[in-house]
């Protein structure tokens, strides 16, 4: 057999990478296929991608590991990569067999000194006894392997419980879980949240359509959601933003006509090679962790295939809505949490949960069903933005024994939720077509009771912030009539009814 060996230039290793390269070469002194003295240092670096070298000859001197011959290796942006052959072949690294030299393709350029280089490929059949000797190195590989995903696993944790490990999140939602709205959800119990879902090219080229992302020091922990079909293009949208989130996340949960037509979301699923390469680009070249949300295949064995493969492929934190991408009605189609336990069950990052929450009671009860780390909800919280605190809207002109009005003074409603947004709008400014939305959302059922305020909002080509706040307080006057007065207060309130112009009586001095 032949093994294909490369001439290292010097490689800096600090850190991490240091400590792995020891603890690798404990590994490979122990093995019997590598005869230590010969092998002398055995590096890996790239947290993020899982590679192998095994360098001949020299000494780990001050944190480096000086020129000498390896397995494979490469260079990329941001630190060293040592790679295996056949981590090489699989990266698009092509080896010659002429003895002294070798053509590199993808992500290897030998036109710079600094690079890594091949410069030849020798027999190594005399230090081999064969196939056993073969199979022993390659478990040796495949030990290398698993460290570095053990690094990311770590290091995917290590990111989640510096930001709290938060359990109740706001969901991406299309043009409804701007920043107005996940600040009003975050007052009432939310602990992160997601953006609308952005298009990764129009994000990347249109300046217009970027400035529709806002965020402040208050909305974090933040995920901003790109859907993509390209990874360069996905990766050029996530670097304008990965200083200003938590995690850059993937959608390929979206089943709407219009991801068909795209090809992007969950109509990805039929193309796993592009939703494996989206996720290792960005996983190997942003400094933010990458998530993904994604829905279940039909069968659960593809289901959780799918997942460890998202896993391997770099991403940090994977939710999962407990729905295939044909299942798009929520009311009349259950989450399976059969399903998301079991995918929770074979993946070692964090996992959430999504489908079936309609009240803080689901949470706490999809929790203890599935053993995730946390659950999204999404539509419940457009009817219901104060979800999270426990908070059950009642039964619209009900109080809560069921015989008074709904509205009182310490009374939590949607027409009270609905202003407390209104005056978040005015603070941090979002489209009409947003704020529309949610006015809609927030006061479905007060609209069927009151249509006419309903369609005096739908005649109303351009509407002003004031101009809804009236509305809102027209529709809580007609829910709330006005207590019984004071004597004294109908007197105050009759006398400043009079025109200005009344003389008011004298008493009288006779």
Request: with cysteine; proline share 6%; hydrophobic share 40%.
């Amino acid at each position: 057999m032949k093994v294909a060996e490369f001439f290292c230039h010097h490689i800096p290793l600090r850190g991490r990478a240091l400590r792995e390269l020891q603890v690798l070469y404990s590994l490979l002194s122990s093995s019997r296929c590598c005869n230590p003295a010969q092998f002398s240092s055995l590096a890996l670096a790239g947290a993020s991608t899982t590679t192998l070298a095994v360098v001949e000859g020299p000494e780990l001197v001050n944190g480096s590991v000086t020129a000498g011959s390896a397995m494979a290796a490469s260079e990329q942006e941001g630190g060293s990569l040592l790679m295996s052959p056949v981590a090489a072949l699989e990266r698009g690294v092509e080896v010659s067999r002429n003895g002294n030299s070798a053509a590199h393709t993808g992500s290897v350029d030998t036109s710079q000194e600094e690079k890594s280089s091949v410069v030849g490929i020798r027999d190594c059949d005399e230090r081999s006894n064969g196939d056993a000797t073969c199979s022993k190195r390659l478990k040796v590989e495949e030990n290398m392997r698993s460290l570095t995903h053990r690094s990311h696993i770590e290091a995917a944790w290590e990111h989640w419980r510096k930001l709290g490990s938060p359990k109740l999140l706001v969901a991406p939602m299309v043009d409804q879980s701007e920043l107005p709205f996940r600040l009003l959800c975050r007052k009432y119990g939310a602990t992160a949240a997601y953006t609308p879902m952005f298009h990764s090219r129009l994000f990347a080229e249109n300046l217009k359509y970027r400035k529709e992302f806002t965020t402040c020091p208050e909305d974090r922990p933040l995920f901003v959601q790109f859907c993509a079909n390209n990874p360069d293009t996905l990766l050029e949208a996530s670097r304008l933003v990965e200083d200003q989130c938590d995690y850059i996340d993937i959608n390929f949960g979206c089943p709407q006509r219009i991801a068909k037509r795209g090809n992007y979301g969950a109509f990805l699923m039929d193309d796993l090679p592009l939703v494996r390469s989206l996720v290792s680009k960005l996983a190997s070249s942003l400094s933010t962790p990458v998530s993904c949300k994604i829905r279940m295949f039909p069968k659960l064995e593809e289901t959780l295939a799918y997942a460890l493969m998202l896993e391997q492929a770099g991403c940090s934190l994977l939710a999962i809505h407990g729905r295939t991408r044909d299942q798009k009605d929520s009311k009349a189609i259950r989450a399976d949490w059969d399903v998301i336990k079991a995918v929770k069950s074979v993946l070692q990052i964090p996992v959430l949960a999504n489908g079936n929450i309609r009240w803080l009671e689901d949470v706490y009860d999809c929790i203890a069903a599935t053993g995730v780390d946390g659950v999204l909800s999404a539509e419940s919280l457009l009817e219901n933005p104060a979800l999270f605190s426990g908070c059950h809207m009642q039964s619209l002109g009900m109080d809560s024994e069921g015989d008074g009005p709904l509205l009182s003074e310490h009374k939590l409603n949607e027409p009270a939720l609905l202003l407390e947004y209104l005056e978040l709008c005015e603070k941090y400014p979002v489209p009409l077509r947003m704020i529309r939305a949610h006015v809609h959302r927030m006061l479905g059922p007060w609209f069927r009771k009151h249509p006419d305020l309903r369609e005096e909002l739908n005649k109303q080509y351009r509407v002003s912030l004031d101009w809804l706040k009236d509305m809102v307080y027209q529709l809580m006057a007609r829910e709330m009539p006005l207590p019984p007065l004071k004597l004294e207060d109908r007197i105050e309130l009759a006398v400043d009814a009079l025109p200005s112009e009344t003389p008011l009586l004298e008493p009288s001095r006779g």
